[in-house]
């Protein structure tokens, strides 16, 4: 059974920076995908980023030059370092986990494993 344990959410203003981490034995298996998506009040839940086990990785646009996702394989950790947030990224933020190939898919329902979140508020 995988387990994913999120933190590092917080009330920040417009234009800070916050990282969340995500702790997780998913990364102790030799193939596996690691993924942030984030679900605000009355929408649908979104692909943030992932990481896949070679390292390789991926951003929604919308995000993509301000966020970075990271591994830390020794202490089975992912993290998602997040900078110039705006208001329209506050939302819950998910850690989750697909074991079953060594690449990403950016799709909710691709990942079998899920966090609880940890909410990310950003004030103008």
């Known amino acids: 059974q995988v387990q994913l344990v999120e933190s590092g959410g917080g009330s920040v203003q417009a234009g800070r920076s916050l990282r969340l981490s995500c702790h997780t034995s998913a990364l102790t298996y030799s193939r596996y995908c690691m993924g942030w998506f984030r679900q605000a009040p009355g929408k649908e839940r979104e692909f943030v980023s992932v990481?896949?086990?070679?390292?390789?990785?991926a951003y929604a646009e919308s995000v993509k030059g301000r966020f970075t996702i990271s591994q830390d394989i020794a202490n089975n950790m992912v993290y998602l370092q997040m900078n110039s947030l705006k208001p329209e990224d506050t939302a819950m933020y998910y850690c989750?986990?697909?074991?079953?190939?060594?690449?990403?898919?950016?799709?909710?329902?691709?990942?079998?494993?899920w966090g609880q979140g940890t909410q990310v508020t950003v004030s103008s």
């Open positions: 990481i896949d086990v070679n390292r390789g990785t």
């Open positions: 989750a986990a697909d074991i079953s190939r060594a690449f990403c898919y950016d799709t909710p329902s691709e990942f079998g494993y």
